[in-house]
């Protein structure tokens, strides 16, 4: 597999399995049912069922989905990365509704961060309803999640719906959040109201299409 986000996996999880030859046999098997096994079987290490779901994920096996789900809302960011990449890889449908119930947890804003970024990549049906959602109950004045909020904005403005106007414009007195929700209404079609919404969700579909 020559991908820049395996290396940069098969560097970090090396390190945390102190080279150890199963870590490099599972870096390297090209067998599926291998890496299959490493999914169900117990006691196994969090870096081998990492490189399990990651390496299946990558080469669109589904038995990938859940851990991968798993790890898109873990503590350790760099996990959330390479599942987020995987996730993006393995295409299965269940994926943005899976990261827009993780995006929208209120128990799991903290690790929310990859969950709406990758909703952003993904440019589903669920992606700006669950960004609109998030980033309405970020909007406090000593709100700790900013970074999340942040991440909501600038994925509201890349995917370029008219309904995130509202939340947009809330986001406009937040110090943290102001120049992006300005660049992110800039990139919003001109106008506002149905038509405008139907024009948006046209415009929409069309980049899903293609």
């Not at 209404?185 to 106008?191: D, I």
């Amino acid at each position: 597999m020559d991908d820049e986000e395996f290396r940069s996996l098969a560097h970090r999880v090396a390190d945390e399995a102190g080279e150890s030859a199963a870590c490099r046999a599972l870096l390297a098997t090209e067998d599926d049912e291998e890496l299959a096994r490493v999914l169900v079987e117990h006691e196994r290490p969090l870096w081998a069922r990492e490189i399990a779901a990651f390496r299946l994920g990558c080469a669109g096996d589904r038995r990938a989905f859940e851990p991968l789900v798993l790890l898109l809302n873990h503590r350790d960011p760099d996990r959330c990365v390479s599942a987020a990449h995987a996730l993006t890889r393995l295409a299965d449908p269940r994926t943005p509704r899976a990261a827009a119930a993780l995006a929208t947890n209120p128990l799991r804003t903290a690790y929310a961060l990859h969950p709406v970024r990758l909703l952003t990549t993904l440019r589903a049906p669920e992606s700006v309803p669950a960004l609109v959602t998030t980033l309405s109950r970020l909007l406090g004045p000593d709100e700790p999640h900013w970074r999340v909020a942040l991440a909501c904005v600038e994925g509201l403005g890349a995917l370029g719906d008219p309904a995130a106007r509202p939340v947009l414009e809330a986001a406009l007195p937040r110090p943290r959040l102001a120049e992006a929700a300005r660049e992110a209404l800039g990139r919003l079609p001109a106008g506002e109201g149905p038509e405008a919404g139907a024009e948006g969700t046209s415009a929409h579909d069309s980049d899903r299409a293609r």
